[in-house]
Nanobody, 125 residues
């Protein structure tokens, strides 16, 4: 069992930055890929970024590539999402997820076993 708790969301102006964190409980964090998804009001949840267990391979949605960076610290059981140059279109609830043995590139929800409760990010224009 893995429990995930996101933090770091908030209100920021367009062009600003936020750093989300996701703290994981359980012994399997360091062996799991991790991902970030987001869901804007009235829209389906979408993939944002993913990172393999050792941090050496990352994946990003085209919409955030070059602006967002995913990283992890396995000693702290934590995954991060650094978000720069934020746009109003980035406004959403952001969720972290722990990967399953079905993990490929991390862009599909079925590749994950556990999900956090989400943290809200609002970008004002």
């Amino acid at each position: 069992q893995v429990q995930l708790v996101e933090a770091g969301g908030g209100l920021v102006q367009a062009g600003g930055s936020l750093r989300l964190s996701c703290a994981a409980s359980g012994r399997t964090f360091s062996s799991r890929a991790m991902g970030w998804f987001r869901q804007a009001p009235g829209k389906e949840r979408e993939f944002v970024a993913a990172i393999r267990w050792n941090g050496l391979t990352t994946y990003y949605a085209d919409s955030v590539k070059g602006r967002f960076t995913i990283s992890r610290d396995n000693a702290k059981n934590t995954v991060y999402l650094q978000m720069n140059s934020l746009k109003p279109g980035d406004t959403a609830d952001y969720y972290c997820a722990a990967g399953s043995n079905r993990f490929a590139s991390g862009s599909r929800e079925l590749e994950y076993d556990y999900w956090g409760q989400g943290t809200q990010v609002t970008v004002s224009s």
